[in-house]
Nanobody, 129 residues
Framework: QEQLVESGGGSVQAGGSLRLSCIRS????????MAWFRQPPGKQREAVAA???????TYSDSVKGRFTISQDNSRNSLYLQMDNVKPEDTAMYYC???????????????????????WGQGTQVTVSS
């Protein structure tokens, strides 16, 4: 059973930095793309950044130049380096995976060619002004 577990969230002042981590386990397929999504209070879940298995990455306009997505396949890990954070970055952050094999009961979000259907439990990020 594929599983994603996030960590690294917390409270930070505007202009500061945080690094989120996500460890994956139980993946049966070698190919997959990974992404970070976030859900601000009272709003819909939105994409933040995604990375292909070959390392190519893409970012939402709201975080481009401030956040960096990376992965370490030897550690089965995905990261999100958040720099120069703003109060509007406050949200629950989710790690997600697209294996190309979604199932009918999965919660699915699509973004820039990816169909994300495996989700972690989330980690809270709170940015104070």
């Amino acid at each position: 059973q594929e599983q994603l577990v996030e960590s690294g969230g917390g409270s930070v002042q505007a202009g500061g930095s945080l690094r989120l981590s996500c460890i994956r386990s139980g993946f049966r397929f070698k190919w997959f793309r990974m992404a970070w999504f976030r859900q601000p209070p009272g709003k819909q879940r939105e994409a933040v950044a995604a990375i292909e298995s070959d390392g190519r990455s893409t970012y939402s306009d709201s975080v481009k130049g401030r956040f960096t997505i990376s992965q370490d396949n030897s550690r089965n890990s995905l990261y999100l380096q958040m720099d120069n954070v703003k109060p509007e970055d406050t949200a629950m952050y989710y790690c997600a995976a697209d294996t190309g094999q979604p199932e009918m009961q999965d919660f699915i979000l699509q973004w820039r060619g990816g169909t994300y259907h495996i989700w972690g439990q989330g980690t809270q990020v709170t940015v104070s002004s």
